[in-house]
C-alpha cells in the first residue's frame, strides 16, 4: 500500500528533482495507547518529513508530506520502529493534493471512525518497576507509575479516541514533572494518557486487616534505611 514506483516517477518536477506529495496513511489494529503518535513523531521527524498523527474512532491516522523516496522509506520503517505492543493489522493510503505544512506535529484527535480495538491493561514494564523499587527515584513506591509502553488501557477508557480527556485520569490534572515528561519527545512517557504520580495522581494507602494502627513512623525508618 502507499505510493507506488509509476505514482514515484509521475510525480517529478521538470527538472528532474523530485517533487514533495502529500499521502494519508489511515492504520487499523492495536494502534491506539501504545506509544504509536510519539513513534511516527520521532520517524517523520528523523526522515525529514512534515504532516501530522492524530487517533480517531477507529485506529491512528497519519498525514504526510515529503519526496516519494522518503515516504517510501518512511512505511517501510515504521512497523519495526514501533513498540513491539504494537500490532498493524490494515493500512489504507489515500494522496492528498493539499500543500504541505511546515513541520510535523501530534494533533487533536478526530471523533471519526467507528471502534476498532482497546488495548487491555498492561503489565509494568522494567522501566517503571525500577522506578517503584528504587528508593533514589521520584516515583519510588508510587503503584500507578506507567508509561507509553504499559500500564492501565482498558480499565480507564470510557470513549474513543484514546486521550486522557476520554479516560477516567482526566480528573487529574498533570503536575509540572508530569507534563514535562508528557511533552518531551524524548521521554518514554511521550504522549502516555495515563501518566501520574505522588502528587497530581490517584492516591492510595495501606489498611490491616486486623483493625490495628498502622505505624507509618516504622514505615518511614525502613525507607531511610533503603535509601542508605
Not at 107 to 130: I, K, M, R, W, Y
Not at 177 to 204: K, M, S
Request: net charge negative.
Amino acid at each position: 500500500m502507499g505510493l507506488t514506483d509509476q505514482d514515484s516517477s509521475s510525480l517529478s518536477k521538470s527538472n528532474g528533482s523530485p517533487e514533495k506529495v502529500g499521502i494519508r496513511l489511515r492504520y487499523q489494529g492495536r494502534v491506539q495507547g501504545v506509544g504509536f503518535r510519539p513513534t511516527v513523531w520521532r520517524l517523520a521527524k528523523e526522515l525529514k518529513l512534515t504532516g501530522s498523527v492524530f487517533n480517531d474512532r477507529s485506529g491512528a491516522v497519519v498525514e504526510i508530506w515529503g519526496i516519494p523516496s522518503q515516504l517510501q522509506e518512511f512505511q517501510s520503517l515504521l512497523p519495526s520502529a514501533l513498540p513491539t505492543i504494537a500490532q498493524i493489522i490494515s493500512l489504507n493510503s489515500e494522496a492528498l493534493t493539499s500543500s504541505p505544512p511546515a513541520e510535523f506535529q501530534i494533533v487533536e484527535s478526530s471523533l471519526h471512525g467507528s471502534a476498532f480495538q482497546v488495548l487491555p491493561d498492561l503489565a509494568n514494564c522494567t522501566a517503571c518497576l525500577e522506578e517503584v523499587t528504587q528508593p533514589t527515584f521520584d516515583r519510588y513506591r508510587y503503584p500507578l507509575t506507567n508509561c507509553t509502553h504499559c500500564g492501565p488501557r482498558y480499565s480507564i477508557i470510557e470513549a474513543l479516541p484514546y486521550d486522557r480527556a476520554n479516560t477516567s485520569m482526566r480528573s487529574f490534572p498533570l503536575c509540572e514533572v508530569c507534563l514535562a515528561e508528557f511533552t518531551n519527545p524524548n521521554d518514554r512517557r511521550f504522549h502516555a494518557q495515563p501518566i501520574a504520580c505522588h502528587r497530581c495522581g490517584p492516591q492510595t494507602h495501606l489498611e490491616r486487616l486486623d483493625d490495628q494502627h498502622f505505624d507509618r513512623e516504622e514505615l518511614s525508618k525502613l525507607d531511610e534505611i533503603d535509601a542508605a
